[in-house]
């Protein structure tokens, strides 16, 4: 009972209902859709409460607290009217996820006879979808890894490595555009183009000393990682049978005898051309030791009103997950302790922001005229663990049609008023000028991605439905305040310096609860005229997130 009373802290009964409506009944004119609804503060700071709350414990994966988020995300939608979108006609659709780690005893590594030690001078990776594998062939190192003709590199033109071992570095070619760069060196990619040349194997080398690399080695092989299972779907996994990472020690000696030495080929790479290099051979062997769990992502929709456009659906998501306790001991646990008094970090901005501004702007479709296409509305698990609540929900989809477009929030930073919004990704499809002219009607502009070094159009959910082919903006607080003290992004860039993943991403450490509902306000705005258009959202004509996977955009 106490979580009730914290959740409806501040919710009256109209505001649940919807405030234009009564038990969600549509609005008599469809003007009132189009309105900037008002969305009350005092029902963002509610949520945000409740979700950041000590008692969820920080919403780590596969904990009690995330099931309770996730109960309490469900039971809003319910009370909204909102029909269920998950698995089995139910509010969850199940993410099938793993705690995996490598089993020491069983890694090998050799080169040409030489043996390098798992977790000294290699590290052999845990699988997500096999169990054991041993592999003895040919290696030949191919740069980059990258495949990107389009930009005039491709480091497997005309190779095929069918039976043979890919051997890579780190990154991408400085000569590709930021978010296209950031992709190819993207990890997913790196093994989807090995997998596609015919490899069974992947090895990337970390050029430093073995006694270097025994410490990332300790840091990163010694607690579980978490993954999907393949119950998710196929992978590139499925055919990388084993992979690892290596020393500048054992690279080395993959280079012996070699055409180039390690350093001239490195350096090749790095001046941008396509190196292909022979190898010795190299003999590798894995087993994955595995937990599986299930973890929910929470999905609710309401049906569009036009029968011919309501097969299609405008998705909306925020993630529901965070880090947990700064004491727990676990798959990439990350929060850091700050205060010896405070070790839960509650992600108040990350997430809990966002998925209160999910479940208002729910709130405010149930209680307006239909949409004419379908809306759904998904609290995301797993982000933190790498995007895998979308990755799993985007190639499987729960939802009785298909995804036209996406608009993910993620940490909406409310601690500073904000004069503009960032739009990651809004150049890049018709959903642009839509996000434009919502923020305009909130008297806010939509600003560059006005850090661009920290990647992040690759680095929250929307990326996996991007990666699906759907047009998607992923939607964040910008840098601009009519406020002196936080102009210039001081406001979003000291909170990302002092609190973003430690204890004081706190409810109480200065939300400013009426932001978040302008921001809620603007959301809506966003997904109405999506919902409403004649035209679906398309990719921008050459694109190349477009080209890559949308099909050229439509």
């Known amino acids: 009972m106490r979580f009730i009373l914290l959740a409806f802290s501040g919710l009256t009964l109209a505001a649940c209902q919807g405030a234009d409506s009564t038990n969600g009944a549509a609005a008599s004119t469809s003007v009132a859709a189009y309105d900037a609804p008002g969305i009350p503060a005092a029902n963002i700071e509610a949520h945000i409460r409740f979700l950041a709350d000590d008692l969820m414990e920080g919403r780590e994966s596969g904990t009690r607290g995330y099931y309770l988020a996730a109960n309490y995300v469900a039971a809003y939608f319910q009370l909204l009217g909102l029909e269920p ?26 080169v040409n006879g030489q043996v390098f030690r798992h977790g000294e001078a290699v590290m052999l990776t845990a699988h997500p979808t096999i169990d054991a594998a041993s ?48 992709h190819h060196a993207s990890p997913s990619t790196k093994r989807d183009a090995a997998a596609a040349a015919g490899a069974a194997g992947m090895i990337m080398i970390l050029p430093a000393p073995a006694a270097q690399f025994a410490g990332f080695a300790a840091m990163q092989g010694g607690r579980p990682q978490t993954a999907l299972t393949a119950a998710s779907g196929p992978s590139a996994y499925d055919r990388l ?4 990472t290596v020393s500048r020690d054992a690279a080395e000696a993959m280079f012996d005898g070699a055409e180039m030495t390690l350093d001239e080929a490195l350096a ?13 051979e190299v003999s590798m062997a894995q087993r994955t030791i595995r937990e599986t769990y299930i973890d929910p992502n929470v999905v609710g929709f309401i049906r569009g009103s036009d029968p011919d456009l309501a097969n299609e659906f405008v998705v909306l998501t925020a993630h529901l997950d965070h880090i947990g306790r700064a004491d727990a001991v ?31 702007t729910a709130r405010v479709f149930a209680g307006r005229e239909r949409p004419r296409r379908s809306v759904a509305f998904v609290a995301l698990a797993a982000e933190e663990k790498g995007l895998l609540g979308s990755n799993h929900f985007a190639r499987n989809p729960t939802l009785p049609g298909e995804m036209a477009a996406n608009v993910n929030l993620d940490m909406p930073i409310i601690r500073y008023r904000f004069n503009d919004v960032v739009a990651f990704g809004a150049e890049r499809s018709t959903l642009g000028p839509i996000a434009t002219r919502a923020a305009a009607r909130m008297g806010v502009e939509v600003s560059p991605d006005p850090i661009p070094e920290q990647n992040l159009f690759v680095r929250s959910d929307h990326y996996n439905f991007v990666r699906a082919g759907v047009p998607s903006v992923f939607l964040m607080t910008g840098h601009s305040s009519p406020d002196e003290a936080d102009d210039e992004g001081r406001g979003f860039m ?27 306000d603007i959301n809506y705005l966003i997904a109405r005229e999506i919902a409403d258009a004649d035209e679906r959202p398309r990719w921008n004509e050459g694109d190349f997130f477009g080209q890559m996977f949308g099909g050229g955009g439509r």
Request: glycine share 16%.
């Open 268 to 280: 090749a790479a790095r001046a941008g051309e396509s190196v292909r290099v022979s190898l010795g």
């Open 330 to 360: 676990g798959p990439g646990a990350h929060c850091v302790p700050t205060d010896p008094n405070n070790l839960i970090c509650n992600g108040a901005l990350d997430n809990a922001s966002g998925v209160a501004i999910l479940i208002e």
């Open 135 to 182: 592999l003895a062939a040919g290696a030949v190192f191919v740069g980059y890894g990258v495949s990107a003709p389009d930009h005039g590199h491709d480091d497997y033109a005309g190779l095929d490595l069918t039976g043979r071992i890919a051997v890579i570095i780190n990154g991408a070619p400085e000569g590709l555009p930021g978010e296209e760069r950031s």
């Open 85 to 110: 979108g998950g698995d089995d006609g139910g509010w969850f659709a199940d993410v099938p996820l793993q705690l995996m780690r490598a089993d020491a005893d069983a890694a090998r590594f050799s």
């Open 494 to 520: 000291g909170f990302l310096t002092s609190d973003y993943h430690r204890p004081g991403d706190e409810v109480d450490a200065g939300l400013l609860f009426g932001e978040g509902a302008k921001f809620a």
């Open 241 to 244: 049978q084993v992979l690892a």
